[in-house]
């Protein structure tokens, strides 16, 4: 057994509670479905964040330039950052997939104010400490924030790579477009760009993205035992806090 494949077995029973989570059909009304999406708009912001550390450790950001020391880790990034950053919306125009996110939120009526208020105070002061502790923001969404945001103060490549590869988007299961696109048969309600944006991100991260993050974290743990196994804890973290967010979203919405 490859150390990926003993990494991906250590995760599968959680990874499976995460994706069987009984949230899903608990969307079932445009008020569950806005509210879900004003909480989860949250963890599509820190993703973009873990992805831009990556590509700040492993490429050369700097000017004056010099030649990157992790080539094959540096050209995956790259290719993803491409993609998250300066994907395409519905009518071929460039928009980060956070911005895709957004404008789906606008179309279905859910509320921005807090994401919006969020994102003009860290543009201004550029610390997310600030910002976390100057917003009134529930604390399940800070302790989800606050653990990706310790991943990346680590400074540790294979663990900034493992909690991107195993925390990541395409975690939202096919049944959950389902669900969004009975929604919108039932409800008349504006679903195109949500739907967009769920099979345009799972689409991407599945058959793209995804083998290139294991093939990341290949090289970032090489054959370190304990990188191994560091990034086996940290990865099983990072699941945990995603499922203790849908617990969070869960109560809220029932």
Sequence with gaps: MTNIQRLEKSLSKTRSRLISHPLYNQLD??????SFMEIHVFAVWD????????????TCIDVPWVP???NFSGRLVNEIVLAEESDVDLNNNPKSHFELYLESM????????????????ISLNKSYEKTINDIEIPKEIKEFMDFTFKIIRSNKNHLIASVFTFGREDLIPDMFIEIVKKLSQENS???ESLIYYLERHIEIDSDEHGPMALKMIQELCGGDENKWNEAIIVSEKALKMRIKLWDHISQKIN
Excluded at 47 to 58: D, E, G, P, T, V
Excluded at 106 to 121: C, R, V, Y
Aim: charged letters at 30%.
């Design 189 to 191: 309600i504006k679903t």
């Design 106 to 121: 606008k179309d279905i009526g859910a509320d921005l104010s807090l994401i919006n208020k969020f994102i003009k105070k």
């Design 68 to 70: 990157n020391l992790n």
């Design 29 to 34: 009304t445009k008020k569950k479905l806005t």
């Design 47 to 58: 993703f973009m964040s873990l992805i831009k550390a990556l590509q700040r450790n492993l």
